[in-house]
């Protein structure tokens, strides 16, 4: 069963960093694009970041030159850089993939997400 596993939330004062990693794992033919959404309290989940194999990646405009994402194919992980956060980035992060299972068939698949918490 193909699963992503994230790790790296926390709690960081205002300005602080934190570096969320999604690695995926179980039998699968290949992985295309990747990328992170979040989720605060009493909103709806809305995209981060997200990255394809090849080409650009794509920010939200409250990302734009404070969040980085990249990825590292051959280890199926995905990554976000995230620095000068903001009280308001406070939410649950979520790592999505689009993964194809076995050259036919495709998979939205979704972490299960990591808190992010940061204090005033």
């Known amino acids: 069963q193909v699963q992503l596993v994230e790790s790296g939330g926390g709690l960081v004062q205002t300005g602080g960093s934190l570096r969320l990693s999604c690695a995926a794992s179980?039998?699968?033919?290949?992985?295309?694009?990747m990328g992170w959404y979040r989720q605060a309290p009493g909103s709806q989940r809305e995209v981060v970041a997200t990255?394809?194999?090849?080409?650009?990646?794509n920010y939200a405009d409250f990302a734009k030159d404070r969040f980085i994402i990249s990825r590292d194919s051959t280890k199926k992980t995905v990554y976000l850089q995230m620095n000068n956060l903001k009280p308001e980035d406070t939410a649950v992060y979520y790592c999505?993939?689009?993964?194809?299972?076995?050259?036919?068939?495709?998979?939205?698949?979704w972490g299960q997400g990591t808190q992010v918490t940061v204090s005033p």
């Open positions: 990255i394809p194999v090849t080409g650009r990646t």
């Open positions: 999505y993939a689009d993964i194809n299972l076995n050259g036919l068939r495709r998979s939205d698949t």
């Open positions: 179980g039998r699968m033919f290949s992985i295309g694009v």
